[in-house]
């Protein structure tokens, strides 16, 4: 008896462990699918391609079905050029874009859930869109040698500011 219910665990979770496996793909019994994964997040338009295949590999990493699931993004070093598009993922509350080339930031005016964003070595000249965000706690803008320096009024409320050399 202790050798069928050992065999049975045993098989049971084998059969997890291969559903696990599958969780891209449909799973039928008998003909009636008994498991449907949620399709992954595909509408949407970035016209940067850096950005667009770093959020694109976001949504695969973390099985992402809706934009407003999305609510952190790595995308430093990737040699992204322009934000356009990015604003759509406003449920986004941490991002890191460090090293990239990036000039305009407007776009992150739409990411009103960002609490940390670290946009250090590129070449931001105006800050001025992140000033009013209301739950932006963390900022770095390190290594952007054009940055007009913000007054230390500028800013709603932050934890943490790491502006470049030029504007201690």
Not at 18 to 23: D, K
Not at 31 to 45: G, H, K, W
Not at 71 to 92: E, H, I, P, W
Request: aromatic letters at 6%; hydrophobic letters at 40%; a negative charge.
């Amino acid at each position: 008896m202790g050798t069928q219910r050992m065999l049975g665990r045993w098989l049971i979770g084998i059969s997890l462990c291969w559903l696990a496996a599958c969780q891209q793909y449909d799973f039928s019994v008998n003909e009636r699918v008994v498991y449907s994964p949620r399709p992954l997040l595909t509408d949407f338009r970035i016209e940067d391609p850096a950005l667009r295949s770093c959020i694109e590999q976001a949504i695969n990493d973390n099985k992402i079905s809706s934009v407003g699931e999305l609510q952190t993004l790595d995308c430093s070093g990737a040699g992204v050029r322009s934000l356009n598009g990015l604003g759509r993922f406003s449920s986004l509350s941490w991002l890191n874009l460090g090293g990239n080339a990036l000039q305009d930031i407007r776009e992150l005016v739409a990411l009103l859930e960002l609490r940390s964003v670290l946009l250090d070595d590129n070449r931001i000249e105006d800050a001025s869109p992140l000033y009013r965000l209301p739950a932006l706690a963390v900022v770095n803008l390190e290594g952007n040698s054009g940055l007009r320096c913000p007054a230390p009024d500028s800013w709603v409320s932050l934890e943490r500011l790491t502006l470049p050399r030029h504007c201690r």
